[in-house]
């Protein structure tokens, strides 16, 4: 069965630092990777997403993400934050062929003080 | 405009009572999914549904039950079964074997 670990679950940085959000995943089989975001009493939005090709991903609003298959990891990456970028992150994993059932990891909360 | 909406975004329900959460989505989708999100612990599946008249239980089914009569609509109903049913609670919805998942903006419940 598959599985997904985020390393940490709260991240505070100053505004303009460069940000990691870890996400480590287990599985036997091939998997499609996720990163979605989550602001105070919303729903979750898909941030980006890794189905096959470049392992590197760019979502709209400047977050990367790398698909490292040895090391079983998909880190999400911004080199300047905005403190409009304060939510919950969480990553996601489908394994391939699963009938699109995702598990979640517990999520990270990333707060941008001035 | 298309998405998924949830209805009510509040509710409140005595112990004891059967309460049903709402989840419409117009965009076509095939699969739709409930959630139960409580702090620190993610998301977790409760039951999911890939096509009308078929629903399949999630890891957190218990306590819990769904319908799929309609393509654009799939309530859930919390019953007096479940023990914490105070969290919130999430609906999305995917085309089939696209594998990514579209969500709408959430129910809280509280017990009171």
């Known amino acids: 069965a598959q599985s997904v670990t985020q390393l940490d679950s709260q991240v505070p940085v100053f505004e303009e630092a460069p940000v990691e959000l870890r996400c480590n995943y287990s599985?036997?089989?091939?998997?499609?990777l996720f990163w979605y975001v989550q602001y105070p009493n919303q729903g979750l939005q898909l941030l980006l997403k890794?189905?096959?090709?470049?392992?590197l991903v760019e979502s709209i609003n400047g977050f990367e993400a790398e698909f490292n298959k040895s090391q079983t990891s998909f880190h999400l990456r911004k080199p300047s934050v905005h403190i409009s970028d304060t939510a919950e992150y969480f990553c996601?994993?489908?394994?391939?062929?699963?009938?699109?059932?995702?598990?979640f990891g517990e999520g990270t909360q990333l707060t941008v003080n001035p | 405009d298309g998405g998924i909406t949830q209805s009510p975004k509040y509710l409140f329900r005595k112990e004891g009572q059967n309460v049903t959460l709402s989840c419409e989505q117009n965009?076509?989708?095939?699969?739709m999914y409930w959630y139960r999100q409580d702090p620190g612990q993610g998301l977790r599946l409760i039951y999911y549904?890939?096509?009308?008249?078929?629903?399949q239980k999630g890891d957190i089914a218990e306590g819990y039950s769904v319908s799929r009569e309609k393509k654009e609509s799939f309530p859930l109903t919390v019953t007096s079964a479940q023990k914490n049913p105070t969290a919130f609670y999430l609906c999305?919805?995917?085309?089939?074997?696209?594998?990514?998942?579209?969500f709408g903006p959430g129910t809280r419940l509280t017990v009171l």
């Open positions: 549904s890939q096509i009308v008249n078929d629903f």
């Open positions: 999305a919805s995917s085309f089939q074997g696209t594998y990514t998942q579209y």
């Open positions: 996601a994993v489908s394994e391939v062929r699963s009938g699109s059932r995702l598990t």
């Open positions: 965009l076509n989708h095939d699969a």
């Open positions: 890794y189905l096959s090709g470049s392992t």
């Open positions: 599985s036997s089989v091939s998997v499609y």
